[in-house]
């Protein structure tokens, strides 16, 4: 089998066989096919497409790249969740102890914020202490023991998916549905969820800008995942505002907090429940929706999601009470008032550039090599139809410097719109597949 | 400037600008564009093809990445030719010193064979101590001096196009017409000439298989050359057999010789009188055809071609004399024939799979590592449409081995059909373009 054949025949129109992909992902991770080639070949897949069999043993192959985690039976409680990436977006940190307080195990693998959304690794590492390199064993005892475990992949997980990925992001081949599908489901299942729900993000702060492609992204997720055997729906939600009241690192972590203690914002409660109700379901651990939120509201009540996320936390070596220690957690310097400049209600989110703004004030990173400041970020006081009147607090800017926090808060009277109409709120939840 | 952006716009069907094409090739040319961001993009030209001017910009970019060759007015007399290459192809080495005999000048680089194709450079190096490694400075005066001149590119020759070529084989980005126009007019111009004429071969030894897509070739060469303000026109020409009797390296420089002393082949005379015919017309030496033709003839009869190619061959240190001396000229060890097994006519030859027993025979490359026997081959005496009679000799195989050239003896049976119809004889100029 030649490389180039290959190649010449995506670039035809020709499906590949599983052979042919196995021998092309097989040679790539051994270096005897170059980047060159794979970047040819992933422009020809851009153009071309893949069939749903060409996906399937293409993820796959990607899975069959590296480690998999395998957890004994009974293997439907074993469930995880996926989101396409917003701004403020914290389910994660609050849905794996939530579901695993009701029985379900949530072995979830997570990334870093690259671009305008934060990542959950970030997030976590602002917790004093906290690993997000835990091996693979630590990992699934973890999963076994606690019930949820958050850490990083480790370099052999799914290595084709992050040369691929990391060769995509410079030849602009990243928005492509078999890869990206490719991409998100090797790294999924090589953990070993045996359910997976997607929450596929809609809106100005999200990669799927509107509900067509958002649809279209979801119904190839479903469909690939269920032809690889697992159980999986997906739900769309609304990214036209930040998704609860904070953006950045330790000021995500301390509303999920506030949150397992019962405090909450509707949009963040409502799409963390429907998550958490199907992956429930999934687990066959609640037959039924509504039961599912019954009981994931009564371990919200009685603090058992609150003690998992605890537990969690100590698992992997974070230090949950020095969350609340000055000393041990940095806080920012400078905390600086965005105040509604008239009266009306509040229209419009620009969450694409609230996110950017996250990164300028440090909380993200430009290159993958940059630091990122935990403490810096924004929290939100008003969300869009809310009626708001001159010199109302809007938003708190938390900066490291004076200067950098009154530029950001002129800034944000670009991105957060106010007006004289009330506006069309947008729903939490668009759309509900599989 | 970012290069994945230019990559997306190509992706996405968008012309590119010509500081865009500068950009990339420059980048690349520098090494901040890489490999696989240019096999990338290679691959969405292949898919979204390129207008004219990207194509002039892209052929320009490349030209203008290396040495370009000046030579001083009246620039006309500056010619050149190009074949897209055959079985057989020796023409470069009659016409250059045959149109230079006429007063024209050719400033010829050329290449080595891969493929099934021989190379003009492979065929000159058969003659003793001929060197295809001449300097630019060598090579400017010794069209100056002797009127024509045929060598390799030296490493910065068009250096994007040496990159791009290797680059193309391995990604199947090889079959595009702008990255072809690209690839032969920036290594043609750099050297200098203004005028140039196409021999475009068309057949089963031929990459164009058909007239149309010979013709297309054609045009879009035509087309972009004029747009760079260069006189050129095109020759489709037969390539379903052997172009002359030899295939081989000292076979075919044998043949030009015999061709120079007034013995040849229809075929080839006939491509090469009109080829040459419009390079003395495109050099502003003839201002027709037919007075161009009488000319060549002259200095054909007159021994003045043999001579000019005796003085190249001696100005690039060539032993002109040696190759008729057995002790300096290796010849082939064995000579096996290749007779007609029926009556009947010369139906067929398989043009492709001839080229390639020329390769098994060791006269030419697999790799491009390969070394080159220069004395094996064939020499064929048969044409398509000549009558043959059981036990008459076809064809000659000169090989290094005997057990070999049985072998091939066999497979030629294959390769050279006799029927008892005769079939239509191949007309040697198919159409002519510009």
Redesign the interface.
């Known amino acids: 089998m030649k490389?180039?054949?290959i190649?010449?025949r995506k670039?035809d129109g020709i499906s590949l066989s599983k052979s042919e992909i196995d021998f092309f992902l097989n040679s790539y991770i051994k270096g005897s096919i170059?980047?060159?080639?794979?970047?040819?070949l992933?422009?020809?897949v851009?153009?071309?497409g893949m069939s749903d069999d060409e996906t399937v043993w293409l993820t796959e192959a990607m899975v069959d790249s590296g480690d998999k985690i395998v957890f004994p039976i009974p293997d439907d409680i074993y469930v995880d969740k996926h989101s396409t990436g917003g701004v403020g977006d914290k389910v994660s940190l609050i849905l794996a102890p939530l579901v695993a307080s009701c029985g379900a195990r949530v072995p979830m693998l997570s990334g870093r914020g690259l671009g305008h959304t934060g990542g959950t690794l970030d997030k976590l590492e602002s917790i004093p202490g906290f690993r997000t390199d835990l091996t693979l064993d630590e990992f699934r005892i973890g999963v076994e023991k606690i019930g949820c475990v958050i850490t990083g992949q480790t370099e052999n997980i799914a290595p084709a998916d992050r040369l691929m990925y990391a060769?995509r992001?410079?030849?602009?081949?990243v928005e492509s549905i078999p890869l990206i599908c490719g991409s998100i489901l090797s790294k999924k299942f090589a953990a070993g969820p045996r359910g997976l729900v997607f929450d596929v993000k809609c809106g100005n702060g999200a990669f799927m800008k509107d509900i067509e492609s958002a649809g279209n992204l979801s119904r190839n997720l479903i469909r690939i995942s269920k032809l690889m055997g697992r159980n999986v729906r997906a739900l769309i939600t609304d990214m036209n505002q930040p998704l609860g009241s904070a953006a950045g690192n330790l000021l995500e972590v301390l509303e999920c907090i506030e949150f397992l203690r019962g405090f909450w914002q509707d949009d963040l409660y409502n799409v963390t429940m429907e998550l958490g109700a199907e992956m429930l379901t999934l687990a066959g651990i609640e037959s039924g929706r509504q039961q599912a939120i019954r009981l994931l509201k009564s371990k919200l009540e009685d603090g058992s999601a609150l003690r998992k996320f605890q537990e969690m936390v100590e698992y992997q070596n974070g230090d949950f009470s020095g969350l609340f220690d000055r000393g041990k957690t940095p806080r920012a310097r400078y905390i600086v008032d965005h105040k509604a400049n008239q009266d009306g209600y509040l229209q419009r989110y620009s969450t694409y550039e609230v996110g950017r703004l996250v990164i300028e004030l440090g909380g993200g990173r430009m290159t993958k090599e940059d630091l990122i400041d935990p403490a810096v970020g924004f929290k939100f006081y008003k969300k869009i139809g809310d009626e708001v009147s001159v010199g109302e607090i809007i938003a708190e800017i938390y900066a490291r410097d004076k200067g950098l926090a009154n530029d950001i808060d002129k800034k944000l009277y670009r991105y957060i719109e106010i007006g004289e109409d009330r506006p069309n709120i947008p729903e939490f939840i668009k759309e509900r597949l599989g």
Do not use: H
């Open positions: 490389a180039v054949e190649i010449a670039r170059k980047d060159y080639q794979m970047s040819s992933l422009m020809a851009y153009l071309n060769l992001d410079v030849t602009a081949t």
